[in-house]
T-cell receptor
Framework: DAGITQSPRHKVTETGTPVTLRCHQT?????MYWYRQDPGHGLRLIHY???????DKGEVSDGYSVSRSKTEDFLLTLESATSSQTSVYFC????????????FGQGTRLTVV | KQEVTQIPAALSVPEGENLVLNCSFT??????LQWFRQDPGKGLTSLLL?????REQTSGRLNASLDKSSGRSTLYIAASQPGDSATYLC????????????FGKGTKLTVNP
């Protein structure tokens, strides 16, 4: 699985609570991404990182923040979880050996009740 | 804004049949296109990456072609097997050589024994 680990794999949380999802890579890829996947919408980019401490917004960034303090870790935080953030979240990486090929983690299923 | 369309949304075929999955995109100024496979409850697995300088790419029974001028790519699967049953997604950069990918909603393939 291209050395990508997402944690936790499953989480149920209550509305209004903060939640942090972690993505860890062992491939030393430059770029890291957070996507969410929802029925009818497909995969949509939330935030991405193009280096340590370098991040930018994606298509659906409202309500989310990210941090990347080390090459291998990319954190996604839901500041105050809402039911609309119930989704499956995927981390991806790319840029290894200069290739644009993207690789995905196994996903985190988040349910906000 | 880059938009990616995959037709059909679902496809059911008997085992052994050769089949073609289609992907179209609106902004043809892309540097690459990637095909993925997703099994239920799993992450995305990279199948093929086609660079803009290439017209096609092959891996085993899979062959992907890219026609930038028409904004289309096809994924050809030869001699389909039940194990090929999955959702197939294509993705292109949101513009040019951007690292941010835009995904189609996928084609759900079922290969019947």
């Amino acid at each position: 699985d291209a050395g990508i680990t997402q944690s936790p794999r499953h989480k149920v949380t209550e509305t209004g609570t903060p939640v942090t999802l972690r993505c860890h890579q062992t491939e030393n890829h430059r770029y890291m991404y957070w996507y969410r996947q929802d029925p009818g919408h497909g995969l949509r980019l939330i935030h991405y990182s193009y280096g340590v401490k370098d991040t930018d917004k994606g298509e659906v960034s409202d309500g989310y923040s990210v941090s990347r303090s080390k090459t291998e870790d990319f954190l996604l935080t839901l500041e105050s979880a809402t039911s609309s953030q119930t989704s499956v979240y995927f981390c991806a990486i790319s840029g290894g050996t200069g290739s644009p090929e993207a690789f995905f983690g196994q996903g985190t299923r988040l349910t906000v009740v | 804004k880059q938009e990616v369309t995959q037709i059909p949304a679902a496809l059911s075929v008997p085992e052994g049949e050769n089949l073609v999955l289609n992907c179209s995109f609106t902004d043809s100024a892309i540097y690459n296109l990637q095909w993925f496979r997703q099994d239920p409850g799993k992450g995305l697995t990279s199948l093929l990456l086609i660079q803009s300088s290439q017209r096609e790419q092959t891996s085993g029974r899979l062959n992907a072609s890219l026609d930038k001028s028409s904004g289309r790519s096809t994924l050809y699967i030869a001699a389909s097997q039940p194990g090929d049953s999955a959702t197939y997604l294509c993705a292109v950069p949101d513009q040019g050589g951007s690292e941010k990918l835009v995904f189609g909603k996928g084609t759900k393939l079922t290969v019947n024994p």
